[in-house]
């Protein structure tokens, strides 16, 4: 390799990075020290993908815009994911057992204590690793109630179960605001409590929305912002809505509707931000 491009300045670099498919950013690090250093300092790297069960393959498929790969978790057997922060995956089996799960590292952190109650949802705060780490559930298959808990990774109790009250969880202003504006809306609160307005632009911003996982990031280039990705498919492509154009759009760019119609929707996906080092395994 010539001193030519070794020394392409950092910047022309990034604009390579940002232009290539997936695989292809895999490898881009390996071209010398220099490209390996911004390969492992971009933000391209860290770009969410969707992560879902195929079952056709029995492979973990990863779709990030275009690209996607499998990968093969056999400690996964059986089991769904419930919650998705920090790259972890909190995942659960029929037997109502927990563990956490980092799909780019695959490792595992102990079983966690099995729960008295099939909880509808489940979500933690603070990273696995962490001594602070809190898991909550809300389950409302207990006599007909609503209840919540909350434990750490030794089972402790952090207080008693208790009951959720339904009135509690929108307040009347809001659900007024999502009924005008079923499906696709973005609200921002103002005068803390007062007002709820529909946010028309993103800005810079990409909102990526699934059942496990729900985020918002910098977007990492113009044609990535002010878009809401989904857990939506059209055929085997990805779908996000704009809110430049007010519609839906596939990735391969061969679907365009301002309705969601039709559109196919995975609720055992999640939306996750890999890790730097992460390396895909591509199947055809």
Same mark, same amino acid.
């Given at each position: ?13 990034? #604009?390579?990075? !940002? &232009? ?5 950013? /895999? %490898? ?25 069960y195929h079952r056709g393959k029995r492979l973990w498929k990863f779709v990030r815009y275009k690209d996607f790969s499998y990968m093969d978790f056999p400690q996964l057997y059986n089991a769904e994911i419930r ?52 898991? #909550?559930?809300? !389950? &409302? ?5 609503? /209840? %919540? ?110 309705? !969601? ?24």
């Open positions: 390799m010539t001193r030519d491009w070794v020394d392409l300045r950092e910047e022309l670099l990034e #604009v390579i990075l !940002s &232009n290539l498919c997936a695989k292809d950013r /895999l %490898t881009f690090g390996l071209v010398c020290r220099s490209w390996n250093y911004v390969a492992t300092s971009s933000v391209y790297g860290h770009s969410p993908c969707l992560m879902f919650c998705a922060k920090y790259r972890w995956l909190l995942m659960s089996r029929d037997d109502w057992s927990l563990f956490f799960f980092d799909p780019f590292k695959e490792q595992r952190i102990r079983e966690l204590p099995k729960v008295k109650y099939p909880y509808t949802t489940i979500c933690f705060f603070n990273e696995p690793t962490s001594s602070n780490c809190i898991i #909550v559930g809300i !389950s &409302n298959m207990v006599n007909a109630k609503e /209840l %919540t808990m909350a434990f750490d990774l030794d089972g402790h109790d952090n207080g008693p179960t208790c009951d959720v009250y339904n009135d509690c969880l929108f307040p009347s202003r809001l659900r007024h605001k999502i009924k005008q504006h079923v499906y696709r809306t973005v609200l921002k609160k103002e005068n803390y409590m007062e007002q709820w307005v529909l946010l028309k632009d993103l800005g810079d911003r990409a909102f990526f929305v699934s059942h496990a996982a729900s985020f918002a990031v910098t977007a990492f280039s113009e044609s990535m912002a002010n878009k809401i990705y989904f857990n939506k498919f059209h055929g085997d492509s990805g779908v996000y809505y704009c809110l430049k154009t007010q519609k839906y759009h596939s990735f391969n760019g061969d679907f365009s509707s301002n309705k !969601s119609y039709g559109l196919k929707e995975l609720d055992f996906a999640t939306w996750t931000i890999p890790t730097i080092s992460w390396r895909m395994i591509t199947k055809d």
